[in-house]
């Protein structure tokens, strides 16, 4: 069985920097491309970054040189970096994961999601 457990969030001023993770179990994650997927009050889940089989990796626009996705296949887990942040990163970010090679920044494209952790960003 598929898990996805998100931790790392937290409050931060703007400016600041977390790292979130993301633990998988029930397969292993060199074996699934995985993304990063955020979602605040009222508006739609949007992808943030995601990674592909082999490490390929991509940003959404509004988080590119600021985020930094990585899987370390050692301890069986995905990790967003994130520094510089805006009160604009304010949200709930999952992880997702699916087993395909191409990694993609769409939602349909997941099977498995954690529960997510909450990231606020204070001005």
């Known amino acids: 069985q598929v898990q996805l457990v998100e931790s790392g969030g937290g409050s931060v001023q703007a400016g600041g920097s977390l790292r979130l993770s993301c633990a998988a179990s029930?397969?292993?994650?060199?074996?699934?491309?995985m993304a990063w997927f955020r979602q605040a009050p009222g508006k739609k889940r949007e992808g943030v970054a995601t990674?592909?089989?082999?490490?390929?990796?991509a940003y959404a626009d509004s988080v590119k040189g600021r985020f930094t996705i990585s899987k370390d296949n050692a301890e069986n887990t995905l990790y967003l970096q994130m520094d510089s942040l805006k009160p604009e990163d304010t949200a709930m970010y999952y992880c997702a994961a699916d087993f395909r090679f191409l990694a993609s920044l769409l939602e349909d494209s997941y099977n498995y999601w954690g529960q997510g952790t909450q990231v606020t960003v204070s001005s």
């Open positions: 990674v592909s089989v082999n490490g390929l990796a």
């Open positions: 029930g397969y292993t994650v060199s074996r699934a491309s």
